[in-house]
Antibody, heavy 117, light 112 residues
Framework: EVQLVESGGGLVKPGSSLKLSCVASGFTFSSYGMHWIRQAPKKGLEWIALIYYDSSNKYYADSVKGRFTISRDNSKNTLYLEMNSLRSEDTAMYYC??????????WGQGVMVTVSS | DIMMTQSPLSVAVTPGESASISCRSSKSLLHSNGITYLSWYLQRPEKSPQLLIYQISNLASGVSGRFSGSGSGTDFTLKISRVETEDVGIYYCVQFLEVPLTFGSGTKLEIK
């Protein structure tokens, strides 16, 4: 059974940094691309980043480009999202999702990030 | 960026009846490889989204046959037959032909 478990969220002040993790199990993590997708409170879904299975390519939404970095450690079956210069508009539930041909396939349960002074 | 337009914003359905949700893209989602890069998801209350349908009409594993998808190019429809209370939630379409992936704004399904 595919499982994706996010962690690392919390309440932080504007301008600060945070690093999210997503531990994967139930599939060969090193063979699949992975997404980060977020959802602001009471809002819709916003894709923010994609990383290829071998980290050879990374793509970002304009809203986070230059501030967020997606990475992975295939030896630890773990996906990361490093978030810098956080803004109030980054407040959201952050989901990691397994990618199948670029399609978000299985999603984690999400981790909440709140940016507030 | 490819814009995804969903309608209606919300729909209220009597159990046992059908519901249809429309999704339009600002660009054809048909790739030269013959695959259409469009999927549908359901986000039940307080849950993460789950894949319902991929490539227009293919049912994801474990998804009820009451769900069906149709369409082509830029116009797509999700139909839910014999609606049940467990179908309550927000339905999203998404294009993954190009980055950034873009989602429709969502359609909230409620039970009358």
């Amino acid at each position: 059974e595919v499982q994706l478990v996010e962690s690392g969220g919390g309440l932080v002040k504007p301008g600060s940094s945070l690093k999210l993790s997503c531990v994967a199990s139930g599939f060969t993590f090193s063979s699949y691309g992975m997404h980060w997708i977020r959802q602001a409170p009471k809002k819709g879904l916003e894709w923010i980043a994609l990383i290829y299975y071998d980290s050879s390519n990374k793509y970002y939404a304009d809203s986070v480009k230059g501030r967020f970095t997606i990475s992975r450690d295939n030896s630890k079956n773990t996906l990361y999202l490093e978030m810098n210069s956080l803004r109030s508009e980054d407040t959201a539930m952050y989901y990691c999702a397994k990618s199948l041909g670029a399609r978000p396939d299985y999603w984690g349960q999400g981790v909440m990030v709140t940016v507030s002074s | 960026d490819i814009m995804m337009t969903q309608s209606p914003l919300s729909v209220a359905v009597t159990p046992g009846e059908s519901a249809s949700i429309s999704c339009r893209s600002s660009k054809s989602l048909l790739h030269s490889n013959g695959i259409t890069y469009l999927s549908w998801y359901l986000q039940r209350p307080e849950k993460s989204p789950q894949l319902l349908i991929y490539q227009i009409s293919n049912l994801a594993s474990g998804v009820s046959g009451r769900f069906s998808g149709s369409g082509s190019g830029t116009d797509f429809t999700l139909k839910i037959s014999r609606v049940e209370t467990e179908d309550v939630g927000i339905y999203y379409c998404v294009q993954f032909l190009e980055v950034p992936l873009t989602f429709g704004s969502g359609t909230k399904l409620e039970i009358k």
